[in-house]
């Protein structure tokens, strides 16, 4: 048997996500700074957790969110 969420689970974990109660369910990650648009001025590898994500993960008993961040400035050596 398929279970399929709910839209109203759906809308419930974006709600937490937002509130920042679990990981953000999106498909690219980025850290906070570049949601912002303050990326780095020269590509620089860079997890998408900030010190508050790692924080939350420890305090709740979570694996330290690891990950790249998914923003064009966390590529060295980008192709153009
Ligand atoms: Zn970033
Ligand atoms: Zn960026």
Request: proline share 12%.
């Amino acid at each position: 048997m398929t279970q399929k969420p709910q839209p109203a689970e759906v809308a419930q974990a974006l709600v937490e996500a937002l509130q920042g109660q679990r990981p953000a369910i999106v498909c690219y990650a980025q850290c906070e700074p570049c949601q912002w648009g303050q990326c780095y001025d020269e590509p620089t590898p860079h997890s998408w957790a900030g010190p508050e994500d790692i924080e939350h993960a420890q305090a709740t008993g979570q694996p330290e969110p690891t990950g790249t961040c998914a923003c064009s400035c966390a590529r060295t050596g980008d192709p153009r």
